[in-house]
């Protein structure tokens, strides 16, 4: 969805001269100026960043020649304590203005795919998006803090042109053929990257399940292109499209993201069930508990509990609240696990046990019932988390940790 800030001193040094002769030869509204003002689209990258694609605005003046890119995706490497804030969303993305030549480096670079939508815009529409591009570059406005669904670099273009043409826009949005909550948006985009796409499905709660308005779909590039194509401007003359050519700039041909691999959750979880539900079988039958299974299980769902405790109740993130992962990845189990390797039989541990079990129980009636959408390959996890649990719960008094019975 955004692109990351360079800090090379040479293209520091071409920036800044670019933009101060923009800002100090840029025409008042009263001069008859003309500007050919664009939609930039660029296609999803490998990196996860890249996966969304990216939006910016392109303005070109006509009688200099003066062609620059106005991206709102932008934040600051150098800032203190980058990482901490970027995971606790206090770190504030920016308003950047470089040249399209810049631009486009990247994208030609990593073959990514750009097109154009050349706006309709009457002189006084375009000098009014300038306008308000300046105002916003300005150094107390360029900061804002980012939000992935409502508040990013296609949002930020698409509450500009609402707020410049006002009731002269008219979005035209189709009738949607089906609901599409943000959760199946970003499906979209990820379903190809397995492993990242359960990274996401584990980060994000119930929020994002919601189903999304056509104008919030509009977060996301593709959506705002497609959103650009079919609006319209109206109220100045005969109603005409909002967009009046259209350019590709870059068409490289579709790569192959996220390939095959027998490396994804799905394989590793069935594997690991199957590999559970084995031990088991033979445990139950030698008398024999395979405490290492449960310890090394336990102390994963404990850490990726705190994890989404964290995202939860000590991050700025909306789409992390109301995360009932939680139920079948809880804090406690960290606790479980230490009982397990140091004191399997002490007391209180039948009840943490049957706690896990009803939790993870928990953890299926809310998937099933819709009211938050897990990552398939979890499944897998539930069943072992039920299975090993219940033979624990019956079995660990009566057999010894590794061996004959009590």
């Known amino acids: 969805m955004q692109r990351f800030a360079f800090s090379f001193p040479e293209f520091k040094s071409c920036l800044l001269w670019g933009i101060l002769f923009f800002l100090l030869h840029s025409p008042s509204p009263g001069q008859a100026q003309q500007y050919k003002i664009s939609l930039l689209t660029c296609d999803p990258g490998e990196e996860l960043y890249a996966t969304f694609g990216h939006s910016a605005i392109r ?23 980058f990482y901490v804030k970027f995971i606790r ?54 900061k804002y803090r980012y939000d992935f669904f409502f508040d990013n670099c296609s949002t930020r273009i698409r509450e500009m042109m609402e707020s410049v043409l006002g009731n002269s826009l008219k979005w035209n949005l189709p009738q949607p053929e089906e609901e599409k909550s943000f959760r199946n948006l970003i499906d979209e985009y990820v379903y190809p990257l397995p492993w990242s796409d359960l990274g996401i499905d584990l980060a994000l709660g119930a929020v994002i399940d919601r189903a999304a308005n056509e104008k919030e779909k509009m977060f996301l590039p593709d959506y705002l292109e497609a959103a650009f194509q079919s609006a319209s401007i109206i109220g100045d003359g005969p109603e005409r499209p909002l967009v009046s050519q259209n350019n590709a700039i870059y068409d490289f041909p579709d790569g192959e993201r996220g390939s095959f691999s027998l490396v994804n959750p799905y394989f590793v979880f069935w594997a690991l069930a199957i590999l559970a539900g084995l031990l088991t079988f033979l445990g139950y039958r030698k008398q024999r508990l395979f405490l290492g299974l449960d310890i090394g299980l336990f102390t994963v769902l404990g850490l990726l509990g705190l994890l989404l405790c964290f995202l939860w109740f000590f991050t700025e993130h909306s789409q992390t609240k109301n995360n009932w992962n939680l139920f079948w990845a ?26 896990s079990m009803i939790l993870a129980d928990l953890a299926l009636v809310i998937w099933i019932l819709g009211f938050q959408s897990f990552h398939p390959s979890i499944l897998p996890l539930l069943l072992i988390i039920i299975l090993r649990t219940n033979f624990l719960y019956y079995n660990l008094h009566r057999f010894s940790r590794f061996g004959k019975s009590t």
């Open 59 to 81: 303005v070109r003046e006509l009688e200099t020649g003066r062609d620059l890119v106005f991206n709102y995706g932008t934040f600051d490497f150098n800032t203190p304590f």
């Open 330 to 355: 809880f804090p406690l189990h960290l606790y479980l696990a230490a009982k397990l390797a140091i004191r399997p039989q002490s007391r209180g541990i039948r009840k943490l046990l049957l706690a």
């Open 89 to 142: 969303r206090t770190l504030d993305y920016q308003l950047s203005l470089t040249t399209t030549e810049n631009f486009l480096y990247e994208y030609n670079y990593f073959r990514r795919s750009v097109r154009e939508q050349e706006l309709n815009l009457s002189d006084v529409q375009a000098r009014a998006v300038v306008a308000f591009l300046q105002k916003n570059y300005r150094p107390e406005n360029r």
